[in-house]
């Protein structure tokens, strides 16, 4: 599971960002599950790697005809 990161570099937002969209994978987290453990994280979900994770995966929906 990610844990919180002291710092505020970018390199560590980055790679908090990459961590969680591992872990969200992995997991099969929904959407709201990764917005909590970002805003938990202290990171924005417009982060360049977060926020292609987020489009990718749960902007659109998939649906049966």
Do not use: W
Request: without cysteine.
């Amino acid at each position: 599971m990610v844990k919180p990161m002291l710092g505020d570099s970018g390199t560590m937002m980055r790679a908090s960002a990459i961590a969680l969209v591992a872990t969200a994978i992995q997991e099969g987290f929904t959407l709201e599950q990764v917005l909590s453990k970002a805003e938990e994280l202290g990171l924005n979900p417009e982060q360049p790697h977060l926020k292609q994770f987020i489009v990718e995966h749960y902007a659109n929906p998939v649906t049966s005809d």
